[in-house]
């Protein structure tokens, strides 16, 4: 009779590996969500926010190996992503309208 545990220690290398694939997966939708963040894409944060819950969710697997960082990192990329894109788009926008007072200003645009 094969024990419980002995199951648990053969599928431990493939709990890691699909951690680390959801890790990767949660990451690259975190970016690609602020980036849409960035551009003011509704749509597209939408759907990289279903993507990046695919992600955490995978990664969740690494737990059974004793990879519980890896669902951490899963967990932060998110809002870290959205809150450099709304960064970024909160500069954009002040050196867009900086740059159309100077132009004003300069008599640039009519």
Do not use: H, K
């Not at 094969?2 to 890790?23: K, V």
């Not at 990767?24 to 939408?46: K, N, Q």
């Not at 867009?96 to 200003?105: I, K």
Request: contains cysteine.
């Amino acid at each position: 009779m094969i024990s419980t545990l002995s199951i648990w220690n053969d599928l431990a290398p493939l709990f890691g590996f699909l951690g680390a694939a959801g890790l990767v997966l949660a990451v690259l939708a975190a970016v690609a969500a602020g980036v849409a963040a960035a551009f003011d894409r509704a749509d597209a944060v939408g759907v990289s926010t279903g993507v990046w819950l695919t992600g955490v969710l995978l990664s969740g697997c690494a737990g059974y190996a004793g990879g519980w960082w890896v669902i951490g990192v899963a967990l932060a990329a998110y809002p870290v992503a959205l809150l450099l894109g709304a960064v970024a788009r909160i500069v954009v926008l002040n050196v867009r309208q900086q740059r159309d007072e100077a132009l004003l200003s300069a008599g640039g645009i009519s």
